[in-house]
């Protein structure tokens, strides 16, 4: 049971990289769409880039922000408010390195 319970966990927080992948993904296939109106490839490439990145950023953003505003999804996900794994935070902060 206690693997199931790991499994299903880390299965969770691997599930948001390919969301993240995912939404980068089409946003830059739309990007790549709407490049073929441009007469300059150049910017055509740039317009890909462009909503490629926008819509991998916005997923990752709108993610942490629901993640901080749902109590259950941090239950679900064993997480603090900000996002940090409940298990990182027990251990306390890495120590310092020496000079």
Known sequence: MRAKIILLRASGWLLTPFVALAA?????LL??????????????????????????????????RALRHSPRLQHALHVLPDG????????GPPPEAEP
């Open 84 to 91: 940090t794994p409940e298990a990182a935070a027990a251990e």
């Open 24 to 28: 980068s993904f089409f946003g830059a």
């Open 31 to 64: 990007g790549t769409v709407l490049a073929a109106l441009l007469p300059n490839p150049i910017h055509g490439v740039a317009l890909t880039v462009v909503l490629g990145g926008a819509a991998g950023y916005l997923t990752v953003h709108y993610w942490l």
